[in-house]
């Protein structure tokens, strides 16, 4: 049997836990009888995509990103079109497309699951142009991914304290929302779309998601009272938010929406910037993975 051709994809910058010698724990766990092993290491952001396409077309069979959400949307966006799979070594903070295909978060199982791994095809969806594969969204988790960009520290309580720190002075905008026969004239505070249930750290939004529907899951959430905003706490640490009755929630292949004003965007939690028009779309099962 000719041995799997995998080349890791290494951000030294993802991550709370960098102080992990992957290189090593990858020599140690991975059986090199059954698996041919490279690593290429990221200098700068989006490098990843461009290393991803260069080892699918040196013929590497699964590519696999060592990093966070940010670092497997580069890899994954990179092997679009390719006939090499996407495979996953979680170190980031928040890990949603990760935790989602049930890879494990610690590493030296998620590396020995590439000794004989599974096969298997998930939807992507496109904003604007930006592919993502777990979810990406507009308004209030947009504005605070961009915020916690600039905190300096990573992890879930920094996340925490941005949102919290945000949530007192940010305001929903008007916005224009249509898909299949349906037209929504709303207020966004936030409009999320879920190809994945979680943004990360097991916060569902969306906790009924389908990665192989060929659906996006929308969640719209028009106002942000008090009260809501801890139902909506309280569902996303649950994933009872559509029992909730604090969101709507829709099912879409396609979604055109227009603001009010520009509303800022995030792909996989990492903030892209404003538009006040987005088309979003789903195509189905573009993308193998290696689990
Ligand atoms: N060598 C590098 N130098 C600077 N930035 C990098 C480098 N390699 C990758 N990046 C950028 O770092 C960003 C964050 O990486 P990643 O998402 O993997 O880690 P994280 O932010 O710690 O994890 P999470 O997204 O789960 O919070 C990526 O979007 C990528 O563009």
Same mark, same amino acid.
Request: aromatic letters at 8%.
């Given at each position: 049997?000719?041995?799997?051709?995998?080349?890791?994809?290494?951000?030294?910058?993802?991550?709370?836990?960098?102080?992990?010698?992957?290189?090593?724990?990858?020599?140690?766990?991975?059986?090199?009888?059954?698996?041919?092993?490279?690593?290429?290491?990221?200098?700068?952001?989006?490098? $990843?995509?461009?290393? *991803?396409? +260069?080892?699918?077309?040196?013929? !590497?069979?699964?590519?696999? =990103?060592?990093?966070? &959400? %940010?670092?497997?949307?580069?890899?994954?966006?990179?092997?679009?079109?390719?006939?090499?799979?996407?495979?996953?070594?979680?170190?980031?903070?928040?890990?949603?497309?990760?935790?989602?295909?049930?890879?494990?978060?610690?590493?030296?199982?998620?590396?020995?699951?590439?000794?004989?791994?599974?096969?298997?095809?998930?939807?992507?969806?496109?904003?604007?142009?930006?592919?993502?594969?777990?979810?990406?969204?507009?308004?209030?988790?947009?504005?605070?991914?961009?915020?916690?960009?600039?905190?300096?520290?990573?992890?879930?309580?920094?996340?925490?304290?941005?949102?919290?720190?945000?949530?007192?002075?940010?305001?929903?905008?008007?916005?224009?929302?249509?898909?299949?026969?349906?037209?929504?004239?709303?207020?966004?505070?936030?409009? $999320?779309?879920?190809? *994945?249930? +979680?943004?990360?750290?097991?916060? !569902?939004?969306?906790?009924? =998601?389908?990665?192989? &529907? %060929?659906?996006?899951?929308?969640?719209?959430?028009?106002?942000?009272?008090?009260?809501?905003?801890?139902?909506?706490?309280?569902?996303?640490?649950?994933?009872?938010?559509?029992?909730?009755?604090?969101?709507?929630?829709?099912?879409?292949?396609?979604?055109?929406?227009?603001?009010?004003?520009?509303?800022?965007?995030?792909?996989?939690?990492?903030?892209?910037?404003?538009?006040?028009?987005?088309?979003?779309?789903?195509?189905?099962?573009?993308?193998?993975?290696?689990?």
């Amino acid at each position: 049997m000719p041995r799997l051709r995998i080349c890791f994809i290494l951000n030294p910058n993802s991550g709370t836990n960098r102080r992990q010698d992957v290189p090593a724990l990858i020599t140690q766990h991975l059986d090199h009888d059954k698996v041919a092993s490279t690593i290429y290491r990221t200098q700068y952001a989006g490098h $990843a995509e461009e290393l *991803a396409r +260069q080892a699918a077309a040196e013929g !590497y069979r699964v590519v696999v =990103a060592v990093g966070g &959400d %940010g670092t497997v949307n580069e890899v994954g966006r990179g092997l679009l079109g390719t006939a090499a799979a996407l495979g996953i070594v979680p170190r980031g903070s928040g890990n949603g497309l990760a935790r989602h295909l049930r890879v494990p978060l610690a590493l030296p199982a998620a590396i020995r699951r590439f000794n004989a791994p599974d096969f298997q095809r998930i939807d992507v969806g496109d904003i604007n142009g930006h592919p993502f594969f777990c979810t990406a969204g507009l308004g209030f988790d947009a504005h605070v991914s961009k915020c916690f960009a600039a905190a300096g520290t990573r992890g879930l309580a920094t996340y925490v304290q941005v949102a919290l720190r945000e949530y007192r002075t940010f305001r929903p905008t008007p916005i224009q929302v249509t898909f299949g026969e349906k037209e929504l004239d709303t207020n966004c505070y936030i409009l $999320a779309f879920a190809n *994945a249930a +979680q943004y990360g750290n097991n916060a !569902y939004i969306a906790p009924l =998601a389908d990665i192989r &529907d %060929g659906l996006l899951d929308l969640v719209l959430i028009d106002a942000l009272p008090l009260w809501r905003a801890v139902r909506v706490g309280l569902g996303l640490a649950l994933g009872d938010l559509p029992k909730s009755g604090a969101a709507d929630f829709h099912t879409a292949r396609q979604v055109h929406v227009q603001t009010a004003t520009p509303l800022g965007f995030h792909v996989d939690g990492d903030y892209v910037g404003e538009a006040s028009a987005f088309k979003v779309d789903l195509t189905p099962l573009a993308l193998e993975v290696a689990t």
